[in-house]
């Protein structure tokens, strides 16, 4: 038993893809199929909008996606936007900068408290 799909993108520069799948054993379950982009793999800050969870791509074709770094930190390498295309979203590096003040200011806070104690 086996399933042939032939796929075709939206768009002006339409393409086609070509899915097989051979099931050994029980009918393969009815499912949905979407087009669009995996989440980024951004660590070091958050992305906005957030990803869809069910019932579409996680992020779909055209969608803009703006990424801030944690803790007042910049983009290093990368843009601040990325959109939605051929199924994935670049993303940025965040800088150390931030964080590594962020920890020095923690280890000036904890020395003083424990002095003050």
């Known amino acids: 038993l086996g399933y ?3 796929i075709k ?21 009815s ?6 982009c995996t989440p980024p793999d951004f660590s070091g800050g958050v992305t906005y909008p ?3 969870e069910e019932g579409g ?6 969608q803009t996606v703006t ?3 944690l ?8 843009d601040a936007e990325a959109t939605c295309s051929g199924g994935e979203i670049g993303s940025p590096i965040c800088d150390n900068g931030a964080s ?3 920890t020095v200011l923690s280890l000036v806070l904890a020395a003083a408290f424990a002095l003050l104690h």
């Open 4 to 6: 042939h799909w032939l």
């Open 9 to 29: 993108s939206s768009g002006i520069n339409a393409e086609y893809g070509q899915i097989s799948i051979d099931c050994a054993g029980s009918e393969l379950p």
């Open 31 to 36: 499912f949905d199929c979407y087009y669009g």
């Open 50 to 52: 957030d990803m869809v």
């Open 57 to 62: 791509a996680p992020y779909p074709v055209g």
């Open 67 to 69: 990424f801030s770094c």
């Open 71 to 78: 803790d007042d930190g910049n983009i290093e390498e990368g």
């Open 100 to 102: 590594a003040t962020s």
